[in-house]
């Protein structure tokens, strides 16, 4: 397994860094991948992220500047990225939190729930709000490494930023990782059932849509937030951080496209490390040799396939609802639970290592899981009330 650093290799068209130490785990097969996107016709630079592993057709945690737009380096999850909302809460037991979070697997309808207060972080009617009227799994989750996650602020790594978002050690945050559900799989697939990996025929309409799935991506956060400071008993509040972390982005006339690697241009950014490891919130100041990206997570360490495999030989489905930070996971989906354990990602304190190293980011402090939220808990609520629901948010 090689372990690249940040040397700049010549790809023949375009170069490629990544931005990582020698000791960082970064596989082969992703720098590889790095390389195959190098050499597609009008490609600048590729830029990896520490956290960088292999996608489908192309890499996650990369950064990839090109004359020429390719729907294919941004994904089917169009505007996926990582909001941070602060959130007051009078006694913080997590077991007894846990069991409160609302079914963020049953899909909010702005008809059929019309009376749900999430909907008052939304500007105007909420049937006239949503971007493009995509109803489908709105205010939803989803699967894969998506999560929403009551944490502590830790230790204060860099006081005036700190200050400057308004937190301090021991406040509470709620941290939601989502996108835009099936609304950027359909942008996608319409891409690829006509051209493949090629690149879009229209980049003006294939931005008209992207852009869309972005809001609706946002919008999916701060519902989803609302929900879950309800049903704690908090009131919602406007998030600190908001960044997503598949896009393109049109930067001086060339396409930047980011998979799995956040706006890394002086945005504050959640990286998120596990389940059972803290996250850390950076400043960025990244510049051109990283196309102005930082990394958005630990970033995989192994296949779903190997993780499951291993982790069903080395643990059991209850120690998994438990982390080593003492935090409570709320997951039905047994797979998931092994799929997504916190070992099956790389070490989130050697990411963060790797952008300071590289001067791409400076941390501001630390998230503590108290509880993580995948999918509803089996009979967690009412099955036949939870298809009637899941029913309605379809119409």
Known sequence: MSQPSAAVTDSGTATVTVFAAPTSWVESDAVA?????AALPGMIHVAGMPDL???KGAPIGAAMSSSVLYPLLVGSDIGCGIAVFPIRLKRVVPEKLAARFPDLDVPLHPEADADDPAWSV???DPADSIPAGHLDSLGTVGRGNHFVELARIGPVLATGHAERLGLAEGDLVLIVHSGSRG???RILREHTEVHGAGPAADPAAYLAAHDQAVRWGSLNRRLMAARVAYALGA???EPVVDECHNLVEVRHDVYLHRKGAARGDGRDVLVAGTR???SYLVATHAGAEANYSVAHGAGRKMSRADALRRGRAKHTVEELRRTPV????VCGDRQLLFEEAPTAYKR???VIGDLVEHELATPIATTIPLVTYKTADAGSADPAARRDRRKRGRR
């Open 183 to 185: 609304f950027g799989e």
């Open 348 to 350: 989130i304190e050697q």
């Open 235 to 237: 009131e919602p509040q």
């Open 33 to 37: 991948q790095c390389h195959q996107v």
């Open 276 to 278: 059972g490891t803290p």
């Open 122 to 124: 939304v500007d105007g």
């Open 326 to 329: 003492g935090s409570v996971v």
């Open 53 to 55: 592993h292999p996608g």
